[in-house]
C-alpha cells in the first residue's frame, strides 16, 4: 500500500519567517493534494497538484510536485500566526489520479508560528 | 451549500454501547468517504461510497462497524458493541471532480 511521510513532523517558527514542509510518497504520485487542519476541526483544503512539475500558489503559500522524486513541498513565505495548524498531504492510491477515488494520507505536520 | 454536516460533534459512551454517527454530505457529490483520526494512526479511510454503493471498506477494522448510505443525501456509521480503541474523531468527506475532498468538522467519540 501506498504510504506518505511527512517532514518535519513538528515546526515551530517566528513570525515572518519561511518555511518548507515536504510529503514523500512510497510509491508512484498520481496527484497530490495539501490540507490544512485547526485542532478540533476537519480538514480545510489548500491545493492540488495534478502533474508533474505542476507548482500552485494561494496568497503566501506554494506547492509543488515532482513526480520523479514522488515529492511534493508546501512552502510558505512570511508566515503568520494565522498559518499555524496541521498541515496534510494526501495522494489518490490509484491511476485515476485525481478525479476519483480514495486518498492516503500523511501523518502530517504540525505548525506553531510565534507572534 | 451547507457543506458536510456531521452529527453528533461530540459523543461519549459507554464500552459495549451502540454508537452512530451520521453524515449529511453536499448534495452532487457522488463519493462519499469516512475517515478515522487517532493520533498514532493519522487519517484511516474505513470504508467509501459511490453512488450510494460501497466501493471499499477494506479500512473497517471489524465486524463491530458498519456503515449505509440509503440515499444520496445521508449516511450512517454503526460501532456495535462500542470499545474504548475506539475513540477518535471521525471523519465524513465527499469529493468532487476536479477538486479535493470537502470534509465534515467531525464527530469526536470517546468510549469509556
Known amino acids: 500500500s501506498q504510504e506518505l511521510e511527512q517532514s518535519p513532523q513538528s515546526l515551530i517558527v517566528q513570525e515572518g519567517k519561511n518555511l518548507t514542509i515536504n510529503c514523500t510518497s512510497s510509491k508512484t504520485l498520481y496527484g497530490l493534494y495539501w490540507y490544512k487542519q485547526k485542532y478540533g476541526e476537519g480538514l480545510i483544503f489548500l491545493m492540488m497538484?495534478?502533474?508533474?512539475?505542476e507548482e500552485k500558489s494561494h496568497e503566501k503559500i506554494t506547492a509543488k510536485l515532482d513526480e520523479k522524486k514522488q515529492q511534493s513541498s508546501l512552502h510558505i513565505t512570511a508566515s503568520q500566526p494565522s498559518h499555524a495548524g496541521i498541515y496534510l498531504c494526501?495522494?489518490?492510491?490509484?491511476?485515476?489520479?485525481?478525479?476519483?477515488?480514495?486518498?492516503?494520507f500523511g501523518q502530517g505536520t504540525i505548525l506553531t508560528v510565534h507572534p | 451549500d451547507a457543506g458536510v454536516i456531521q452529527s453528533p460533534r461530540h459523543e461519549v459512551t459507554e464500552m459495549g454501547q451502540e454508537v452512530t454517527l451520521r453524515c449529511k454530505p453536499i448534495s452532487g457529490h457522488n463519493s462519499l468517504f469516512w475517515y478515522r483520526q487517532t493520533m498514532m494512526r493519522g487519517l484511516e479511510l474505513l470504508i467509501y461510497?459511490?453512488?450510494?454503493?460501497?466501493?471499499?471498506d477494506s479500512g473497517m477494522p471489524e465486524d463491530r462497524f458498519s456503515a449505509k448510505m440509503p440515499n444520496a443525501s445521508f449516511s450512517t456509521l454503526k460501532i456495535q458493541p462500542s470499545e474504548p480503541r475506539d475513540s477518535a474523531v471521525y471523519f465524513c468527506?465527499?469529493?468532487?471532480?476536479?477538486?479535493?475532498?470537502?470534509f465534515g468538522s467531525g464527530t469526536r467519540l470517546t468510549v469509556v
Open positions: 494526501g495522494a489518490p492510491t490509484n491511476a485515476g489520479g485525481t478525479s476519483y477515488g480514495k486518498l492516503t
Open positions: 468527506a465527499v469529493q468532487g471532480r476536479n477538486y479535493g475532498y470537502t
Open positions: 497538484l495534478q502533474k508533474g512539475g
Open positions: 461510497f459511490n453512488n450510494n454503493v460501497p466501493i471499499d
